[in-house]
Every structure is written in C-alpha cells, then in structure tokens.
C-alpha cells in the first residue's frame, strides 16, 4: 500500500528517516536543554506539565508546552522541508500549522494517554487535519509507542464525555472498539508518524529502561476554521502566519462530519493529562491500554 493508501485506509501512516541524524540530534539537545530549564519550576505552567515527583534535582517532565514557542529548533522542525511534502499528499496544498506538544516519557515512568480522537478536542469546519509524531528516541513495542486503531477515522465521533462533562478519553468497552487491532507505530529516532485528526489512539506508561520522546505537530488545511479554542492558533495575525504551505482563505469548507462539542470542561482543562484524570478517578482506562499492549 501506498503511504497515500495506507493513510486514507487505515487513518495514519509512519516512515523512517523523516529527519536525518544532524536533525534528531538537533531534536535531542533542544528538548535536553528545555528539561534542563525545567529545573527552574516546581509547579505545572504555561511551559511545561511536570509530573508529581519532579524535583529541581530530578527533573521529571510529562510534557514540553508549545515547544515552537519554546526552542527555535522545533520552530524550524515546524516547516521542515520533508514534512511539508508529505502533508500536501495527506490533506492539500494549503496548510495551517495550528499546536505543537512534546510528550516525555521517562524511563520506568510516564503517565498513559488513554484512549480518545483529537477531533473530539478540537472540531473544525471539516476533518482535513493530522497530527505528525517525531520520534526523538528510538521507539520499540516496549518503551510505550503511540497506538493506532486502524480504520477508526472513519464513522462518527466517539463518546468522550463522562458523568456528563468532557474527560477527553474514550470507554473502548461502551464503544465497542476492538483493541487487540491497535498498531504500535515504532521506529528509530527521526522517524515520523502522520494520524488523521479522527484515528483512535492512546499509550501506555513507559515500562522499559529508555525514555520515550514524542514531538507532535498538530497541521490542518487552510480552509478548515475550527469551531473551538480559536485562541491555540492566536490572534488572526499569528493565524495568518501559521499557513506553511499555500494560502489563507476567509471561506472555510463545510463538511458534514459528526461533532460532539467539548464541554462543559472538567474542573482542571489545561492539559490532556488533567482532563483524562476526570474519568480515571472513577474507573481505570489505564488497565484497558496495558491491556492492548500485551
Ligand atoms: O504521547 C503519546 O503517546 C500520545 C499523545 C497524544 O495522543 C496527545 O497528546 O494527544
């Protein structure tokens, strides 16, 4: 199957040596200084979700907030050339770079990212967006890969509300989501995957002796306006300056596409880690993830 094919099919694709070895190592020493920076904070901020034992001495981040923002080597990474190409053959020659995260999963710990589409966070006025995952670090099946659900952008939006209030995570049973399909994207450092914005997926805690480092770009076609959170893209200024490829318009698409709006918010809305918590505090999609992997 063709990389087109197999994105159009399946909803994601993954390929090797996206970026070269002077890059990743580029990729490695930016994310290694922002870590080294974390040290200066002891509570979650606009920079960075810390987890519960980060300490000065031992830093321990979950997650590196807008690092486009943060570092002028992801800022580059954001219109790298390769990318760029392979997203105008997965959603158009007009695009917009809308978010930017870098998920840190530290050695024998890492919190799970349980099951949920990132179209149920952020709906637009039509489903031309995916998200792109850099591999920092070499990723295997055992230091916690992003998982994908084949097929699953296809068909309506899955039920991300609990007791009433949007927990940004799925309940794979009520859903009757097979999870023994998940595909493991794996690969070396500079490897990058491309999921369609309405893909399944989620990961579990790291439980190997290797950090997993994951950068993710979020990107959508130009004519796609989004019905939430106009604010992640900026000001109209900024979001003019977000289109990476081609050209703005005033005239979004209207698709039909099935939308669940994302609220009301749980109590603490700020990360997807925080908005998880909402539904694991009264049950344990954690145990339904490590059950995929094995
Ligand atoms: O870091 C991961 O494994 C998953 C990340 C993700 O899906 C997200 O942050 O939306």
């Not at 974390?38 to 002891?42: F, G, K, P, T, Y």
């Not at 097929?151 to 068909?155: D, K, L, P």
């Not at 927990?167 to 799925?170: A, E, F, H, L, Q």
């Not at 989501?177 to 399909?181: E, F, Q, R």
């Given at each position: 199957m063709s990389m087109i094919e197999e994105y159009k099919q399946l909803g994601f694709t993954c390929i090797e040596a996206v970026f070269n070895k002077k890059e990743v190592l580029d990729l490695q020493h930016a994310t290694d200084e922002l870590i080294e920076q974390?040290?200066?904070?002891?509570v979650s901020n606009e920079k960075f979700d810390l987890?519960?034992?980060?300490?000065?001495k031992n830093p321990r981040v979950q997650r590196i907030k807008v690092p486009h923002k943060q570092h002028p080597v992801f800022a580059e990474a954001v219109r790298n050339r390769k990318i760029l190409e392979i997203l105008s053959k997965l959603i158009g020659k007009n695009i917009r770079f809308r978010n930017s995260k870098l998920n840190i999963k530290a050695a024998n710990e890492g919190a799970a990212v349980d099951w949920h589409q990132d179209w149920a966070f952020y709906p637009h006025t039509n489903a031309d967006l995916l998200a792109v995952g850099i591999m920092i670090d070499d990723v295997d099946e055992n230091n916690a890969p992003l998982m994908i659900v084949p097929?699953?952008?296809?068909?309506k939006t899955l039920n991300h509300h609990f007791q009433g209030v949007f927990?940004?995570?799925?309940n794979p049973d009520s859903e009757k989501?097979?999870?023994?399909?998940a595909v493991k994207l794996t690969g070396p450092a500079g490897s990058a995957s491309f999921h369609h914005v309405k893909a399944l997926h989620g990961s579990s805690p790291n439980f190997s002796s290797r950090p997993r480092r994951l950068l993710l770009f979020e990107y959508a076609s130009a004519d796609a306006w989004p019905l939430v959170d106009f604010e992640v893209y900026g000001d109209f200024h900024e979001f003019q300056e977000k289109i990476v490829l081609g050209k703005s318009t005033l005239h979004p698409r209207n698709e039909p596409e099935h939308i669940i709006m994302p609220?009301?918010?749980?109590?603490?809305?700020?990360?997807i880690y925080r908005i998880q918590e909402f539904r694991r505090q009264s049950s344990s999609p954690t145990t339904e993830l490590q059950s995929a992997v094995t």
């Open positions: 974390s040290r200066r904070h002891n987890e519960p034992n980060h300490s000065t097929t699953s952008h296809e068909g927990s940004g995570s799925v989501i097979d999870l023994s399909t609220f009301p918010r749980p109590p603490n809305p700020d990360s």
